[in-house]
Each structure stands twice: as C-alpha cells, then as structure tokens.
C-alpha cells in the first residue's frame, strides 16, 4: 500500500514539476512584455490578469496531460465568471493566444479553443477541505511584484485528507545563488530574464526538499537542510514587500526584541518560502491588518518546502497551519523558521504589545 502511495505521489511531483515550469514560462513571455512597454489596455485587457489566468490555465492543460483519467479537484485562486460575460470576451481570446502560443510551442498540442481556455481556469472551483484529494494553486502569488517587476511566484500543492503532501514553487526571478544582505532590503529585484536568475522548488512530505534551475527538465537534484544554530546575530528577518499586507512597525519591534540587528529582507510571494528553504534568511514573518483573511493557496507549496527543509511553520501562537478547512486559513499571523529560532520569535511575539 505504502509502495503504491509512493509511486501515486512521485508521479504527482514530476507532474506539478512540469506544470509550473510551462505556466512559469508563459509569465516570464507577458512580463517581458511589460517591460518593454507592450501594456494592454489596462481597464479592458490587462496584461496581468491575463498572465494570471493564463498560467492557471496552463497549470491545469498540464497536470491533466501528465495525469490523464485521473480524479481531478483543484482549489485555485482565479475563476473565468468574469471572462465568460460580454465585456470579458476580449480577454477571453487574448488569454487563449498566450496559452496557446505555449503550449504548442513547449509541448506538443493542438491549439485550444477559448471555450476549452475558460473550462480549464474553472477546474480550479473546488472548496477543498480535509476529505479527499486536492490541488491547490496560486497561478500567480505576487501580482503586484509581477507587474513591478520583482519577484512572484508559480505555487501548486497537493492536499491528502486535509495535509499538504507536495508543493512546487516556481520562481522565475530569484537568483540560483543566495540573495546575501549586499543584495539590499528588497534583494535581487528587477532582474528579469538574465542569467543565474530562476529556480524550482519541490518537496514531499517525508522526502525532503529539493531546488534547481527553472529552465530545465525533471525534478529540482539539490537537497535543501536548515542550519538550526540558534546564532540570532546572523538571522534575517523576510517579509511581505508590500507595507499593506504586513505590519512593520509590528515585526520591526519583534526584530530589536530578538537582538536581530540585520535589516529585513522584503521581497514579493512565496518566493519568501524558497529563500527560507534555502537559508537566506531564517525568519518568515507575516502579520496582516486585523480581519484580513489568509488564503490556503498563499501558503500551501510553501508550507510544505520549508518544513522538509527543516523549519517549523505556525500562526502567532504555534498551532500548526490548517489547510484542511476550505479555501481560507483563518488564523492570526503566519510565522516560518528553523526549531531555535522559531521558539525565540513565538516567545518575543509573546512579549510585544500589538
Ligand atoms: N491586505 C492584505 N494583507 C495580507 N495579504 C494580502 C492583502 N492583500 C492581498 N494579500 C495577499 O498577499 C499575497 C501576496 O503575498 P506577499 O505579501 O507575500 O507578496 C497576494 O497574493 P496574489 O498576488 O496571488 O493575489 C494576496 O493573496
Ligand atoms: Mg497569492
Ligand atoms: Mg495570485
Ligand atoms: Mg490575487
């Protein structure tokens, strides 16, 4: 039976591997086209959106090539209802071009029709929930770094019986190499397209966690381990970019309470979840405005590729993440680290006024 998981699971992973790389693909091509100026109509056909609901398309075209005959529930960020009345029809079909413009050219396919395009998008309508078998994906987590032109990233999980047992990020631009404190607050920002710049994020609960290049094939190869010293002089705090989904004069206050000296690193996405995997930094901190409610896709990949790296992911209070209650998380505050210094930031958490 446990053989048989396995195998189911594998086949999971190289699948989700394979989807997020091809929709990563069609967000690098409208993002470039963005920075050469080439916007769409804004009101009308905007560009992001389009990227958006494109590479949920392109998620969902792939995994149910990879996985053919297979059950299929997802929970996704996007829906076509919009792109479905009069006035989103020309979004409709430029959504299609894109897609199609990919998945001709980097798998072998016929072209699909935009009735095909918007079916797809709205496999992503499942509430999920703790019974069953679900994907759960964030086409694009970031669109405002997307659109800023840092970072953003391609996030896909699977839940089992409300567990997250895989989750893949694509990261199309974080650097291969380590965004070290000479980077700058906002480290590697605006590096669109150039060398060294993308990675792939894979793990499975109880098999470790993997990174690699984004371009490429196959599975990310170099295993991912947390140093878990407990040394608070060299720890990093990382947080959202955007001052509106996180308190910062809040985490500011955590941060002088542990003795953490170095600046924060703020960077858009879950790309915060792979650089954490990976020891960019050791903290991920996350404290929205009071009503403010999370999203299992904000946080499903992510969760699952820092835990097999060695971290602990929790809310303010240290209960695990519940993925297994619908589309939302409901919780207060999100916080991610290795044993140590996850213990130190719950008791300084613990000890600062709100
Ligand atoms: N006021 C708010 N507070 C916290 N998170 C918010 C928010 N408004 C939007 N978000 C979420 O923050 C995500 C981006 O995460 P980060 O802050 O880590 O860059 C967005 O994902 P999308 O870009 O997929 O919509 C969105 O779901
Ligand atoms: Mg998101
Ligand atoms: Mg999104
Ligand atoms: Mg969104």
Redesign the pocket.
């Known amino acids: 039976m446990q053989q048989i998981q396995a195998t189911v699971l594998d086949q999971e992973l190289a699948a989700a591997c394979k989807a997020v790389r091809l929709a990563s693909v069609l967000c690098q091509q409208i993002q470039q086209q963005l920075q050469a100026g080439e916007k769409v109509d804004k009101e009308d056909n905007s560009p992001v959106t389009i990227a958006?609901y494109g590479a949920q398309a392109v998620v969902v075209w792939s995994l149910q090539q990879s996985l053919a005959g297979q059950p299929f529930s997802m929970v996704a960020?996007e829906d076509a209802a919009d792109l479905r009345s009069e006035s989103g029809r020309i979004m409709a079909d430029r959504i299609t071009e894109v897609v199609n413009s990919v998945i001709t050219a980097h798998a072998p396919a016929q072209p699909l029709t935009t009735d095909q395009v918007l079916d797809l998008i709205d496999q992503g309508a499942s509430e999920g929930g703790s019974e069953g078998r679900h994907w759960v994906l964030?086409?694009?987590?970031?669109?405002?770094?997307?659109v800023g032109q840092r970072?953003?990233a391609v996030?896909l999980g699977r839940l089992q019986q409300g567990q997250v047992v895989l989750g893949v990020l694509g990261c199309p631009n974080l650097p291969q190499q380590p965004i070290t404190e000479a980077d700058g607050l906002e480290g590697a920002a605006a590096k669109v397209g150039s060398e060294g710049i993308g990675c792939l994020f894979a793990a499975q609960r109880g098999q470790g966690a993997f990174v690699g290049p984004l371009t490429g094939e196959g599975l990310p190869q170099q295993r991912l381990g947390l140093d878990d010293s407990g040394d608070m002089s060299a720890v990093r705090f990382m947080?959202?970019?955007?001052a509106?989904?996180?308190d910062f004069s809040f985490t500011g206050r955590v941060a002088k309470r542990m003795g953490v000296t170095q600046a924060p690193l703020r960077?858009?996405?879950?790309?915060?979840y792979g650089a954490l995997a990976r020891g960019d930094a050791a903290i991920y901190i996350?404290f929205?405005?009071a009503g403010?409610r999370?999203?299992i896709?904000?946080h499903c990949a992510g969760a699952v590729i820092v835990q097999e790296a060695g971290a602990i992911i929790s809310d303010a209070a240290g209960t695990p993440l519940d993925f297994g209650k619908g589309r939302y998380l409901d919780l207060v505050g999100i916080v991610a680290a290795p044993p140590k210094v996850h213990a130190a930031l719950l008791k300084a958490i613990s000890e600062v006024p709100a």
């Open positions: 958006d960020e964030d086409p694009i987590d970031g669109t405002r770094g997307f970072q953003y996030c947080e959202s970019y955007e509106k989904h996180n960077l858009d996405s879950q790309a915060k996350r929205p405005r403010y999370e999203k896709w904000d």
